[in-house]
C-alpha cells in the first residue's frame, strides 16, 4: 500500500471532522474538501483525470474559496470575535491545503513520485523537448515537499491554539494527510 493510498484515510477524517462542526457554516469548505479527496482518490487509483486537470481544479477551487470567503466578511463585517478568527483560521487551513495538494499533484506528474504511486507517470511523459524552460521534476518535488513541511508546522501551531476537538482534529487530519503524501515524494 502506497503513502498516497494511505493519505486517503485521515483526509477522510478531516473532511468528516468539517462536516460534523455544526457551530458554524462549513459549506465552502466541506465543498472544497471534497474536491482534494476526489482529486486524491482519482489520482491514486483511478487516473480517470490527468494529474494537471486535478492541479488546476484545486488551484481554481481555492481562489474561489478565498474570494467567497472575503465577499462573506466584506457583507457581514470584518469582526474581530473568536467566531470570526475561527472561519478565517479554517478558511486559510483549507485553501492551504488544497494548494499544498497542488504541489504535491503537480510532483507527482513530474515524475517525482511515479514510483511510489503505481501510477507510471514519468518524467519523459511531461517533458517538453528539454529547452532548458521550467522546472526539472526534482525542483517541483522539492517545493511540494516544503510546501508540505510548512503545512504541517502551520497545522501544528493552529492545532494549539484552536479550541474546538473537532478543529484539532480536522486540522491534524489534514497535515497528516499532506505529510504522508510528501513521504511518497520522498521515498
Known sequence: MTPHLLALAPAAVGLCCLAADRRRARVREV?????????????????????????????????????????SRLAH?????????????MVAHAAGGMVVMA?????MAAGGAAASTGSGLGVAAHAH???GVGASAAEIGVLGVTLAGVYVVASLVVIARSRSRL?????????????????GLVL
Open 31 to 71: 465543498a472544497a474538501g471534497l474536491v482534494m479527496m476526489i482529486a486524491m482518490i482519482d489520482s491514486a487509483v483511478g487516473h480517470l483525470v490527468p494529474l494537471v486537470w486535478w492541479v488546476a481544479l484545486l488551484l481554481a477551487t481555492t481562489m474561489a474559496l478565498a474570494a467567497s470567503h472575503r465577499r
Open 77 to 89: 463585517g470584518a469582526g474581530s470575535g473568536p467566531v470570526r478568527g475561527t472561519e478565517a483560521t
Open 103 to 107: 504541489a504535491l499533484l503537480l510532483a
Open 129 to 131: 523537448g528539454g529547452s
Open 167 to 183: 478543529d484539532r482534529g480536522q486540522y491534524a487530519a489534514m497535515a497528516v494527510s499532506a505529510g504522508m503524501m510528501a513521504w
